[in-house]
């Protein structure tokens, strides 16, 4: 073989090699980011047993950390083949280990207060003396109407707190506040609302450990709805449980051994979309990575 054809081979394998490389570590992935809507986000790849060529990608632990935005699958669809389920970009809260609590929607890590350097979206009521064009008058703002109230003279919208500080300086808006749910409202729709004992919601949650691989949990049939997913569908057990006692595969018990780690997760549109207070924890082989570009 001529030199001239021994480097172009090998000018061929290194490509290739690249192209691997570049492919298995790194992805468009479509999904929604509020409120930009559904855009296609650049991820870095984590190491997960449902994609293939792990050994070029580094570990969720090595790679994600609060305040990161990731591409997920829905963890509410029981199915491991990432092709039927669809993605989702959520920002990531709590890491495996992590307290997380949530009081009038402050969220706080380890007790210490979240001071996010991005938007976040909350539901607030404007208010004004006289009937509004509430679209109009507030058009220079970031925000999306929910609905009027009071013949016109308030509505809901979402928007960010600084985007609420700023028009509370219009001469016709005489008052903006954050609407939250009370405190001890046990919310229908939180993942552990069923099998629980605690009366948490959107806005208040907690304080609630983010499962972690190894860590043993102890439950009973008060706080067994925290775990009850992570249990019988994202670590394929038979879980039976009713006022008197909880069984898992058949034997009762009164605690369990998390095989892998979790994080907990929200959308930053705090009042209309599903996060972990919807699905629950988010197990690491439902996470395809770290969003680095959107």
Not at 81 to 95: A, D
Not at 102 to 128: G, H, T
Not at 130 to 146: A, D, R, T
Not at 254 to 264: A, L
């Amino acid at each position: 073989m001529s030199k001239k054809w021994t480097i172009l081979i090998v000018s061929l394998v290194i490509i290739v090699l690249f192209g691997i490389i570049i492919f298995s570590s790194f992805g468009y992935y479509k999904a929604e980011v509020y409120p930009l809507g559904e855009k296609r986000l650049l991820v870095r790849k984590i190491k997960n047993n449902n994609l293939l060529l792990n050994f070029l990608k580094p570990d969720a632990q090595s790679l994600i950390t609060n305040g990161d935005l990731i591409i997920h699958k829905n963890p509410m669809v029981f199915d491991t083949k990432f092709s039927h389920k669809e993605n989702y970009c959520s920002r990531v809260i709590g890491l495996p280990g992590d307290v997380i609590t949530i009081k009038e929607s402050q969220v706080f890590v380890n007790d210490v207060a979240v001071n996010a350097d991005y938007d976040i979206y909350f539901l607030f009521r404007v208010s004004s003396d006289e009937s509004q064009n509430f679209e109009k008058l507030l058009e220079p703002f970031n925000f999306e109407m929910i609905e009027l109230l009071n013949n016109g003279k308030a509505a809901n919208i979402i928007t960010t707190t600084a985007e609420a500080e700023k028009m509370q300086e219009i001469e016709q808006i005489v008052n903006i506040r954050k609407i939250t749910k009370e405190t001890d409202y046990n919310d229908p729709e939180m993942f552990c609302s069923k099998g629980n004992y605690f009366l948490w919601n959107k806005d208040n949650l907690g304080p609630l450990m983010v499962p972690q691989s190894e860590v043993t949990v102890f439950f009973n049939t008060r706080n067994i709805g925290i775990y009850k997913y992570l249990i019988q569908w994202h670590e394929d057990n038979q879980l039976e449980y009713d006022i008197n006692k909880v069984s898992v595969n058949g034997q009762e018990t009164d605690s369990y051994t998390i095989q892998q780690d979790y994080y907990f997760v929200l959308n930053d549109n705090r009042y209309s979309r599903d996060d972990s207070r919807i699905w629950g924890f988010i197990p690491e082989d439902q996470i395809v990575g770290k969003v680095i570009k959107k």
